[in-house]
């Protein structure tokens, strides 16, 4: 989508890129504008911002079509610093202490490790399904187990109706995996518990709390990011 992608990159690098466009089209030569590869140190991250809570009984999971309602930009001079921000402006408070619950598919249970030994020792209690469980104690994880929606109460999605639960790690993989998580995400959803269905999405949002809980938010205008 060049509507949205086009205005945050122009923003990001500090070129009218729309309208040099729009000028080339019309007939200037691209030369004339004398470019040079922007210069900058400062990193952004665009976040989508989705209007699932209108709407009950939809499933937040994403796909190939368009769901998104705008987007958000976070910026800073460092990679996870700009990913909090991101998450800050699209609405998600991203919390600096309680209970993880962690689910992935087999295929990303031992990347998981890593994040979730971070968030361990910031001090996170981690509340795992089974099988996650089994994987993340055998790497030295300590964490406590939880039953799936399927396996009877109390479950995980009792966990974060009564405010149990503070953020959400579920990957999945198959068709019925996706279903059978599917009131895992909208309960997260209604209750505010930041979720995140990837593994990209995970490990990212571990080094964010953790830049937040080591340093400062600084808030600074567009036009404070020095661009060479």
Not at 78 to 93: C, R, T, V
Not at 123 to 143: D, M, P, S
Not at 208 to 223: E, F, R, W, Y
């Amino acid at each position: 989508r060049a509507s949205r992608t086009v205005p945050f990159v122009a923003k990001v690098i500090g070129l009218p890129i729309a309208s040099i466009a729009a000028q080339v089209m019309a007939g200037k030569p691209l030369a004339s504008f004398n470019l040079k590869t922007p210069k900058f140190d400062h990193i952004a991250v665009k976040e989508a911002v989705f209007p699932f809570a209108r709407f009950l009984g939809v499933d937040p999971v994403l796909g190939p079509e368009m769901r998104s309602t705008g987007e958000v930009m976070g910026i800073d001079r460092d990679f996870a610093m700009a990913f909090g921000k991101s998450q800050l402006g699209a609405g998600q408070k991203l919390p600096a202490g309680g209970t993880v619950f962690v689910s992935v598919k087999e295929s990303d249970k031992n990347r998981i490790v890593g994040p979730v030994k971070d968030l361990a020792a910031m001090g996170f209690k981690i509340i795992a399904t089974r099988g996650t469980k089994r994987h993340l104690e055998a790497n030295g994880v300590v964490c406590e187990v939880i039953n799936k929606v399927l396996e009877g109460r109390p479950h995980v999605v009792d966990a974060i109706k009564n405010g149990e639960v503070n953020l959400v790690f579920n990957t999945t993989e198959g068709a019925k995996a996706l279903a059978d998580s599917k009131d895992i995400r909208r309960s997260a959803l209604l209750h505010h518990v930041p979720y995140y269905t990837t593994l990209a999405g995970a490990v990212a949002v571990t080094r964010a709390i953790k830049a937040l809980k080591s340093d400062t938010l600084d808030v600074a205008p567009l036009q404070g990011f020095a661009y060479r």
